[in-house]
T-cell receptor, first 111, second 115 residues
Framework: KNQVEQSPQSLIILEGKNCTLQ??????????LRWYKQDTGRGPVSLTI?????NTKSNGRYTATLDADTKQSSLHITASQLSDSASYIC??????????FGTGTRLLVSP | EAQVTQNPRYLITVTGKKLTVTCSQN?????MSWYRQDPGLGLRQIYY???????DKGDVPEGYKVSRKEKRNFPLILESPSPNQTSLYFC??????????????FGAGSRLTVL
């Protein structure tokens, strides 16, 4: 069964600190993996898209990694800001727009 | 501004009263999709459409209908809503279907409560 598991479920960090969110997937076939940020009450917004051949991709203070061998991805947030408080969703595309969604990690950045 | 617009944003209704949630995109995207989001379950696909007059079931289609008569619109229809359809609904669109690099653009969501 195709599954995407994210950890931790929730996380509280102090403003200015770094954090790493994890995504493990058992999805086949694999086309790409995306990280989305979802602010409370809003729709998800794409942060990064990674294909099979990509190991690391950055978007400002967000850096995603992908290990296709172990089927793991991480999202590292550097120098967190209050506006980073949101849910972060890992989504794996099996191809032809068949998407498998993780349940997300809820991040709270505290002042 | 490129966007996906959903209406209504909030709705409280009663069991059995038909309702439609509209979705419109202004990006000329071929692909459109509906999702529901429930606590602890993540986003689950209800229906999707590859293009005009082409629709197909997602993972949780029971109790829902869709239509795609025009490229820009993809309404979600609940013929006889039930309390288990209380959820947060998202419409999304994407340019093309077969390019893995394309990304979904989501609407702001529609929170539906069925009493």
């Amino acid at each position: 069964k195709n599954q995407v598991e994210q950890s931790p479920q929730s996380l509280i960090i102090l403003e200015g600190k770094n954090c790493t969110l994890q995504c493990n997937y058992t999805v086949s076939p694999f086309s790409n993996l995306r990280w989305y940020k979802q602010d409370t009450g809003r729709g998800p917004v794409s942060l990064t898209i990674m294909t099979f051949s990509e190991n690391t991709k950055s978007n400002g203070r967000y850096t995603a990694t992908l290990d296709a061998d172990t089927k793991q991805s991480s999202l590292h947030i550097t120098a967190s800001q209050l506006s980073d408080s949101a849910s972060y969703i890992c989504v794996v595309n099996t191809g032809f727009q068949k998407l498998v969604f993780g349940t997300g990690t809820r991040l709270l950045v505290s002042p | 501004e490129a966007q996906v617009t959903q209406n209504p944003r909030y709705l409280i209704t009663v069991t059995g009263k038909k309702l439609t949630v509209t979705c419109s995109q202004n990006m000329n995207h071929e692909y459109m999709s509906w999702y529901r989001q429930d606590p602890g379950l993540g986003l689950r696909q209800i229906y999707y459409s590859m293009n005009v007059e082409v629709t197909d079931k997602g993972d949780v289609p029971e109790g829902y209908k869709v239509s795609r008569k025009e490229k820009r619109n993809f309404p979600l229809i609940l013929e006889s809503p039930s309390p288990n359809q209380t959820s947060l609904y998202f419409c999304a669109s994407q340019a093309g279907v077969y390019s893995g690099a394309n990304v979904l653009t989501f609407g702001a969501g529609s929170r539906l409560t069925v009493l």
